[in-house]
């Protein structure tokens, strides 16, 4: 990637330095051109030496030089300057042989245009001096008659200089194309080391690029995009290992009571002169635990069913107030038989919500249960039932033992129970509030666990009233 970048890089900036120069070459051309198209018009050209010359100096009419800015200056043999109109660039009345001769050599490099004429008769030397407004010299001159070493060693030279010049544009080129290369690999391959990683696995991999340009955006993408790969992957991993535990409860839950049922059964079979007192308690001893099994499949069943992509709820509009009350009404006997007490406040007004009645009896039922189960005889359960913001809040608390506080954030979980020995007869399977809490969800509500200051235990129905 690197060297195919750079050479790329590298051929656009030669062509762009060998058009540059082109470029150059040709402005020159043109320039010279367009000098000579108005050269004609220029002051100098309209009054040259020749035009104005005399035989005798004092018989020269210098008047449209000096109105056009310019100046006439007559310098005899002896280099004195007998004529001087307009502008005068000598500034001296006399000359020496020597300044004169300077005067003529440096002429062509001053500011000014010269035009100096030799009048043989006269024997003097016309100058007509006019300001040169821009000038630029560039030519290429030649002669045929030149020798041929002279030739060789002249084209030589300009050989010499012309390869040198393309040699260090070219080298130029090069670095040029090298810096701007690198301003484009350095980010590229860093983003590249960055899917590498991400493809081999480690999804922890971040790209820094330090940059403000379009490559921060690409790395802002890139960046995010490992992050939720990163998330995704633990959420993955965490359900495949919920998955896992979820198997292994099950397996463990089922394996006692049918390990006792075959047990049980078998003793039964093989047992010799076996009293009907005992045949009456093994054969309790299986239905408890066939109960158990079944009630665990049963609920097993329940959560696969709540948790498939296919599970609906056949919601029916529903005077909540009235169907908990009717709710509340079976639970009593089932309270009074146990030993509990109970206290029942809900609203008298027609509140209605849209209910699956079936599953939604399973929550209280089940909240009802466990609050039976854990706790002692006399034990106060209570169940409030308010409207708060178009929520229909259901608070279903007891006075008894409470939930213990390490369990609180984790209880709604499957096969989280306060009773952790699995081979508790009493304890149940640890799937009823999580299924309780799906139910709730399912109906738009929730189900949560309140922070209970008094004894006991408070969960908190809601489900949005229509
Ligand atoms: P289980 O089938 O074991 O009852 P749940 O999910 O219904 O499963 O309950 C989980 C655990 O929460 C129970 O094992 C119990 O320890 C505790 N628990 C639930 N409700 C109460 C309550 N009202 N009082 C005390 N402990 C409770």
């Not at 660039?89 to 042989?97: E, H, P």
């Not at 003529?104 to 003097?124: M, N, V």
């Not at 200089?161 to 810096?179: H, K, N, P």
Request: charged fraction near 25%; hydrophobic fraction near 40%.
């Amino acid at each position: 990637m690197k060297r195919k970048l750079s050479n790329q890089f590298f051929r656009n900036f030669l062509v762009i330095f060998l058009l540059t120069i082109l470029a150059t070459v040709f402005a020159f051309v043109l320039l010279s051109f367009a000098s000579n198209l108005i050269s004609g018009s220029l002051a100098k050209s309209r009054y040259p030496a020749s035009a104005i010359i005399k035989e005798d100096y004092k018989e020269i009419d210098a008047t449209a030089v000096v109105q056009s800015g310019g100046g006439v200056q007559v310098v005899d043999k002896e280099y004195r300057v007998v004529y001087s109109q307009g502008l005068d660039t000598i500034g001296k009345d006399k000359l020496t042989a020597e300044e004169f001769t300077t005067f003529l050599t440096e002429s062509k490099s001053k500011a000014y245009h010269y035009d100096i004429l030799y009048q043989p008769k006269g024997e003097f030397w016309l100058i007509v001096t006019f300001p040169t407004s821009i000038r630029l010299d560039f030519s290429l001159v030649h002669n045929k008659e030149a020798s041929a070493g002279d030739f060789r060693r002249a084209g030589g030279v300009i050989a010499f200089v012309m390869l040198s010049y393309l040699s260090i544009i070219a080298l130029f080129a090069f670095i040029y194309s090298r810096i701007t290369a690198a301003s484009i690999i350095i980010p590229l391959r860093k983003l590249s080391d960055g899917t590498k990683l991400l493809r081999e696995g480690d999804y922890s991999a971040r790209v820094d690029l330090r940059l403000k340009n379009e490559f921060a955006e690409l790395q802002d993408t890139f960046n995010d995009m490992a992050a939720r790969i990163e998330h995704e992957i633990s959420l993955r991993k965490k359900s495949e290992e919920d998955r896992r535990g979820l198997i292994l409860d099950i397996s463990h839950d089922l394996k006692n009571p049918m390990s006792s049922i075959q047990g049980y059964a078998e003793l039964l079979m093989e047992k010799k002169g076996i009293t009907e007192q005992e045949r009456k308690e093994y054969l309790e001893i299986i239905l408890n635990n066939s109960k158990r099994a079944n009630q665990l499949l049963t609920e097993l069943f329940e959560l696969s069913q709540i948790d498939s992509p296919e599970f609906s709820l056949k919601l029916v509009k529903t005077d909540i107030c009235e169907y908990i009350r009717q709710i509340c009404g079976e639970l009593v006997p089932q309270l009074e038989r146990e030993g509990f007490k109970y206290e029942f406040d809900i609203s008298e007004e027609r509140v209605f919500v849209m209910l699956d009645t079936n599953r939604f009896s399973r929550i209280i039922q089940n909240l009802a249960n466990n609050a039976m189960q854990y706790n002692p005889e006399g034990t106060l359960v209570t169940l409030k039932l308010t409207v708060q913001n178009q929520q229909v809040v259901i608070e279903f608390s007891d006075n008894g033992i409470g939930i213990p506080e390490h369990l609180a954030d984790s209880i709604f979980k499957p096969f989280v129970r306060g009773d952790d020995s699995r081979n508790s007869k009493t304890g149940g399977s640890g799937l009823g509030l999580y299924i309780a809490k799906k139910i709730a969800e399912a109906h738009g509500g929730d189900l949560i666990l309140c922070p209970n200051e008094n004894k006991g235990s408070s969960f908190r129905i809601t489900i949005p009233a229509i």
